[in-house]
């Protein structure tokens, strides 16, 4: 066994987390689909696009027998089949398993994930949004492996990267440094396939309980997804919040949920005792943002569940399903800081 694989048996023991190697130009990035496969447009011209773009960079890729498949219920495969595939990618010698799309019936997969075995093989960076919420979140909370909630593989098929994409890729490579972007996209460019973000809406962000940076352990992903978890076999969250001294900062997103259905799975996590220990709130742009439901928005469906931990809350962050959307890497430690209108996020080596 290598150094740093015994390192890892040792951390996994004591309840410390597992970082990944960061990449580098030859890195091995194996291409999975948990969840949708890329058959319809624009996923799957962005896919084809995406390979060769990846492989210019020096990579090598290893493309998943599901990523080009619609032949499950509302999924590229069946569930045994697409949890196969992620099972391979990690026994495999990838340094990466990169997702190529989100989707709706990930969880499925999670009865068929081996997670007692991922603790005892050499940890990879598992990359994916939306639906990846499935893994990114009880990789780190069950097996203590970080893991990044970022952009799904299609994302990469621009030449030259930018916002979300350039940020995730930079996030694989070691960087540290993450700021907001200037404005977002609330109408997207549905023709063509290969357009760039229409950045037609400036981003504003609402601070609460701000009075200055705060720390602690990132750990959130999709609003959803987090409320199907809460109360499962694959909620260990009170335990891994818990044995983290230094306190956790919650980062969410919701896309399919109403305002009333954001209030509800708040509400049903922080009953759940989800947020012992909490240092601080990241809640991104939801889909519903311009809804109102019997007086509830966006925002005060958040603040009535979350004010009464007194921590800060920063709402409309750039995180969530109206791009572009900040990269987070679950289970690392992190400062947050608001300033000049904007978040910084700097990730503790």
């Known amino acids: ?45 962005r896919l084809k696009k995406a390979i060769p773009q990846l492989e210019s960079k020096g990579h090598i890729i290893t493309i998943g027998p599901n990523c080009f498949k619609s032949e499950g219920l509302c999924a590229s495969n069946t569930k045994e089949l697409r949890a196969k595939e992620f099972m391979d990618a990690y026994e495999s010698d990838a340094d990466v398993i990169l997702s190529v799309g989100g989707g709706e019936m990930m969880c499925e997969i999670l009865d068929y994930i081996d997670f007692e075995k991922i603790k005892n093989l050499p940890p990879k960076w598992f990359v994916g949004f939306s639906d990846n919420t499935n893994l990114t979140f009880t990789l780190t909370t069950l097996c203590n492996i970080e893991t990044i909630y970022g952009c799904c593989a299609g994302a990469f098929h621009f030449k030259k990267l930018t916002y979300d994409a350039l940020d995730t890729y930079s996030m694989l490579q070691g960087k540290l440094d993450f700021k907001g ?28 309980n701000y009075d200055s940076s705060f720390s602690g352990v990132i750990l959130g992903g999709n609003l959803d997804i987090l409320q199907l978890l809460c109360g499962t076999p694959y909620d260990k969250v009170k335990e891994y919040t818990l044995s983290h001294k230094e306190g956790i900062i919650f980062y969410l997103e919701a896309c399919d949920l109403s305002v009333l259905g954001i209030k509800r799975a708040l509400l049903q996590l922080k009953r759940a005792g989800w947020f012992q220990n909490i240092k601080g709130f ?41 791009a572009p959307s900040l990269p987070f890497r679950n289970g690392a430690y992190a400062t947050v800081e608001f300033k000049n209108k904007n978040i910084y996020i700097h990730y503790k080596e």
């Not at 030859?26 to 999975?32: E, G, M, S, T």
């Open 1 to 45: 066994m290598t150094f740093n694989f015994i390192m890892n048996i040792i951390h996994i023991e004591s309840g410390e987390m597992m970082k990944p190697n960061y990449i580098t130009k030859n890195a091995k990035i194996y291409l999975i689909a948990p969840s949708f496969g890329c058959t319809t447009s624009p996923y799957e011209e």
């Open 181 to 208: 972007y200037p404005k977002y996209e609330s109408i997207s460019n549905k023709e063509d396939p290969f357009s760039n973000y229409n950045l037609d809406t400036k981003k504003t962000i609402t601070a609460i």
């Open 282 to 322: 990241l809640i991104g742009r939801p889909l519903c943002i311009r809804t109102e439901c019997l007086g509830i928005n966006h925002l005060n469906a958040v603040t009535d569940i979350l004010n009464d931990f007194h921590v800060p809350i920063l709402l409309d962050i750039d995180l969530g399903h109206l």
